[in-house]
């Protein structure tokens, strides 16, 4: 059973940037999606790769800011996060799915903030 563990989150100042990582043996296998959840709130999608690495999607709210990127070999996916805004707080989780089977495994988040 594939595990992701997640990595590199932590307090920021608004404007800076962090880098997440999600690294588990066999993500090269997988479609990843990096998620958040900030209190109070319903856990949003914030980018997602494809196996290959050729194609990403963000949202609105952080497109332009966020870049996710993967290294196949290392088996595992990062989150560039620039310019980041006291509302991208929430921890943030990673997602990696299997198409066949049709399985999905979650990391336990690793919490950013971004605060002065």
């Known amino acids: 059973q594939l595990q992701p563990v997640e990595s590199g989150g932590g307090l920021v100042q608004p404007g800076g940037s962090l880098r997440l990582s999600c690294a588990a043996s066999g993500l090269d296998r997988h479609i990843i999606g990096w998620f958040r959840q900030a209190p109070g709130k319903e856990r949003e999608g914030v980018s997602c790769i494809s196996i290959s690495g050729d194609s990403t999607n963000y949202p609105d709210s952080v497109k332009g800011r966020f870049t996710i990127s993967r290294d196949n070999a290392e088996s595992t996916v990062y989150l560039q996060m620039n310019s980041l805004k006291p509302e991208d707080t929430a921890i943030y989780y990673c997602?990696?799915?299997?198409?066949?089977?049709?399985?999905?495994?979650w990391g336990q988040g690793t919490q950013v903030t971004v605060s002065s």
């Open positions: 997602n990696a799915v299997s198409i066949v089977p049709s399985v999905s495994y």
